[in-house]
Nanobody, 116 residues
Framework: QVQLMESGGGLVQAGGSLRLSCTATGDIFYTHDMGWYREGPAKQRERVALISRTGSTDYAGSVKGRFTISRDNAKNTVYLQMDDLKVEDTADYFC??????????WGQGTQVTVSS
């Protein structure tokens, strides 16, 4: 059974940093691209960052230059380093495993709150 388990959310002041982690169980890490999505207070869902099985990355324009996605295949873990956080980054962040562009599996979400 596949599970994605996120950690690392919390409360931080604007300009601060957080690192989210997502560890996958089940045999998907070598077959799936991994990513982070977020859902803000207005419940709009946004794709934040993606990393392919081969390590290629893609970012939403709103986070480019501030967020970095990486993966450690040996640990079945994907990370999202978030620097220079802004109030508008406040959201629930979800780890996602994608296969052929479809989000197959979702984590339970971790909350990030950025205060001014």
């Amino acid at each position: 059974q596949v599970q994605l388990m996120e950690s690392g959310g919390g409360l931080v002041q604007a300009g601060g940093s957080l690192r989210l982690s997502c560890t996958a169980t089940g045999d998907i890490f070598y077959t799936h691209d991994m990513g982070w999505y977020r859902e803000g207070p207005a419940k709009q869902r946004e794709r934040v960052a993606l990393i392919s099985r081969t390590g290629s990355t893609d970012y939403a324009g709103s986070v480019k230059g501030r967020f970095t996605i990486s993966r450690d295949n040996a640990k079945n873990t994907v990370y999202l380093q978030m620097d220079d956080l802004k109030v508008e980054d406040t959201a629930d962040y979800f780890c996602v495993a994608r296969y052929l562009g479809t989000a197959d599996y979702w984590g339970q979400g971790t909350q990030v709150t950025v205060s001014s």
